[in-house]
């Protein structure tokens, strides 16, 4: 018996076979020229593109639908830099110290480093928060499901409508992150999951030139 509360599936459309290898090819052509950038232009990037990005992020598979995301779009020149000032001593402390040798060797091929001049130059920092429980209107606590996988889920796919709309980004994850709390205001219950910095590439923009894994190093198939 169908539910009385169900509505029909709409909006998928079967690809004849050919179709299907075609968009799929297509789809892999785009997410190849997906590089993550540090050299970031201050062109400006309106809001209502990041809207319709965020709205595509929304759209993700999560757990129970209860979508246990907040994104603060921060484009205010005086909270950028004082998100960088921030960053920059938690920053200036895994280099000089905090970061094992093993983990500064894993990243010397990447060139980064305590200075996070993007935070201020790009257009728009999205700090992406994990609602770790909702808090009811009588104050109640209200668990969330698969947060991290779900809010991880749907950074990807920020990520993913950004590029599609010719935005670059990089994920940037200063640790300890939770001076974003007091910096932008929000509550106990949301835990700063990563900030994302999106903008237009700078013209002479350079990137590590790497390369990503093979099928057979990534699936394995069991048919
Ligand atoms: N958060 C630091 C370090 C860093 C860590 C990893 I793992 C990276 O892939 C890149 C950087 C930073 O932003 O420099």
Redesign the pocket.
């Known amino acids: 018996m169908p539910r009385a509360d169900f509505v029909p599936l709409e909006g998928y459309r079967e690809l004849p076979v050919e179709q299907m290898r075609e968009a799929a090819e297509e789809f892999l052509s785009t997410m190849r020229r997906r590089r993550t950038v540090r050299d970031f232009s201050s062109r400006p990037v309106p809001r209502d593109v990041i809207e319709r990005c965020l709205l595509a992020a929304g759209t993700a598979p999560n757990g129970a639908n209860r979508q246990p995301w907040r994104f603060v779009v921060v484009g205010s020149p005086e909270v950028k830099k004082k998100i960088r000032r921030e960053a920059e001593i938690e920053?200036e402390a895994?280099y000089s110290g905090k970061a094992p040798q093993e983990w500064l060797d894993a990243?010397e091929h990447?060139g980064?480093d305590a200075n996070k001049p993007f935070l201020e130059r790009a257009p728009w920092l999205i700090v992406i928060f994990a609602e770790r429980y909702e808090v009811s209107a009588d104050g109640k606590k209200l668990k969330n499901y698969y947060v991290s996988e779900s809010v991880g889920i749907a950074t990807g796919m920020l990520i993913t409508a950004l590029h599609k709309a010719g935005l670059a980004t990089l994920t940037?994850?200063?640790?300890p992150m939770t001076f974003l709390n007091d910096l932008l205001g929000r509550p106990d219950n949301e835990r700063p999951f990563l900030i994302l910095v999106v903008g237009c590439p700078d013209g002479d923009a350079q990137v590590p030139d790497i390369g990503k894994k093979s099928i057979d190093e990534i699936a394995v198939f069991i048919e």
């Open positions: 920053e895994f990243l990447l980064t940037h994850t200063p640790s």
